[in-house]
């Protein structure tokens, strides 16, 4: 399924805007992410399996923090830094 | 004749070992800059900005080979981690395990690593052994150069650690930190930590038992000195020449301890009343353990944490604390509302010493006269966390 990076973790991506990550769960593309993107989880999830303080992510436009939130193939993934800090 | 002589002399000179160079690390609330300089510390080359936009707390290069240069990072959204150089921040990697903690036993909170705050090199006979200390506080060891962390201290999840640790509440404003650790040059095994809050801690046996280390300080008043949780060391440095003098900056004043004693003796008594001996930062003499410089900071009040009536400057001893000297030629005489963290000060190993400070505003301020006239190094840089130095070949 298709990714949503943002631009704070692009470093990871070379850059790329929209990548390819596979599972049956949010956790579970997370994980891919990582495979593919080293470091790039530890730095939207602590050491806890929790969102950190700042990050979102979003599954079809709806606000996700569980990570075992089944997913679909048809599912797209959106990650966002949260509108803070000014 | 003489022109022999001038021949062997020529010939001396090539053969003699070059000074080694300065290179200066500045960490800030948004990214990193390298400062070099030959042996004479009068040019200096810039590198920089490195990973603008990240918070860096902490950059070390290590001692022990001269080139492996360490960074604690985080940005204000994403998660921390470490990255590492071994060519002087030309290029960098990722370190592939961060510090993390591990999971608490039931029915303890877990915490989670927000930022790792402090990076020290393990002992000369442990190449490429790290530490680091983190906010909230723990303490981490990596065995690789950096590149995977692991907890080391067996009391994270102790309930009496816990307790002195307190909440997010009760650290500094950024946070409650983990800093100072410190490893004896003479014993691997033997480390001092110190947590703002929580105390000054050792170990003699690599980590498996800890004993407090705050006889003597003092409390903000009205709280029980007993109580470790009230301790608030801000800075505490071993004395290179001397690995049995400490030097403690603390938030109720400037102490000194000289080991075996377990009591830490308040020398900043001797501080002029009108400036106070609360502060932040303290560096030692690489050659003299007699010598220490503080920056004194206001504390009075809500704690301005600036400079005390706008009037910077470094105060140094040259006595172990008896008596200090104001050292202003060349800072500004009024209205500079600054002041310098904790980990913002540091002295090189030339002679004379050469001491350096970063300001909350942005400036990097050196003195090649052990503090007796100031020059401005770098400006308008974004807040100084820390300033370290390093001999470069």
């Known amino acids: ?86 | 004749m003489a022109t022999a002589k001038k021949k062997t002399a020529k010939k001396n000179a090539k053969r003699a070992p070059a000074k080694p160079g300065v290179a200066v690390l500045v960490s800030t609330r948004k990214g990193a800059w390298i400062y070099r300089s030959d042996a004479a510390r009068r040019e200096w080359k810039t590198s920089g900005p490195h990973f603008l936009g990240h918070v860096i707390n902490h950059m070390v290069l290590d001692p022990r080979d001269g080139r492996t240069l360490l960074a604690a990072a985080k940005t204000g959204h994403l998660g921390p981690t470490i990255f590492h150089s071994t060519d002087l921040g030309k290029t960098w990697k990722e370190a592939k395990k961060p510090p993390a903690f591990a999971k608490s036993p039931s029915g303890m909170r877990d915490r989670s690593v927000d930022h790792t705050f402090w990076l020290t090199p393990a002992h000369a006979n442990e190449p490429n052994v790290w530490y680091a200390g983190t906010s909230p506080q723990g303490l981490f060891r990596s065995e690789d150069g950096g590149v995977t962390w692991a907890p080391f201290a067996n009391f994270h999840d102790d309930p009496k650690f816990r307790e002195w640790f307190g909440s997010e509440q009760d650290g500094t404003p950024d946070g409650p930190k983990m800093h100072s650790v410190i490893v004896d040059p003479r014993d691997p095994k033997h480390l001092y930590f110190a947590m703002s809050g929580g105390g000054v801690h050792e170990t003699r046996d690599g980590g498996k038992s800890w004993s407090t280390l705050v006889d003597g300080l003092d409390v903000v008043e009205g709280f029980d000195p007993k109580n470790i949780a009230f301790h608030d060391p801000h800075c505490v440095r071993m004395s290179p020449s001397d690995p049995d003098r400490l030097w403690q900056q603390n938030h109720c004043g400037i102490y000194r301890l000289d080991r075996p004693s377990t009591r830490w003796i308040r020398v900043g008594k001797a501080m002029p009343k009108k400036v106070g001996d609360i502060g932040l930062p303290m560096v030692v003499h690489p050659r003299d353990a007699d010598t220490a410089w503080v920056f004194p900071m206001d504390g009075t009040s809500v704690w301005p944490r600036t400079s005390p009536d706008g009037l910077p400057g470094t105060f140094v001893t040259r006595n172990g604390g008896k008596t200090w000297k104001r050292q202003i030629e060349g800072l500004p005489v009024k209205e500079a509302w600054w002041t310098v963290k904790r980990q913002a000060m540091a002295a090189d190993s030339a002679n004379p010493v050469g001491v350096y400070f970063g300001t909350t505003s942005g400036e990097v301020w050196a003195s090649r006269t052990e503090g007796e006239k100031w020059t401005v190094l770098a400006q308008h840089l974004p807040e100084i966390y820390a300033v370290e130095t390093a001999e470069i070949g």
């Open chain 1, 1 to 86: 399924m298709k990714v949503l990076i943002p631009t704070p973790l692009r470093s990871y991506t070379r850059q790329k805007r929209l990548v390819e990550a596979d599972g049956i769960t949010v956790g579970a593309v997370l994980a891919d992410l990582d495979r593919q993107f080293p470091g790039i989880r530890f730095r939207m999830v602590d050491e806890h399996d929790r969102m950190r303080r700042h990050m979102r992510l979003f599954v079809n436009g709806e606000q996700v923090f569980d990570l075992s939130r089944p997913l679909k193939a048809a599912d797209e993934i959106a990650i966002v830094q949260a509108l803070s800090g000014g």
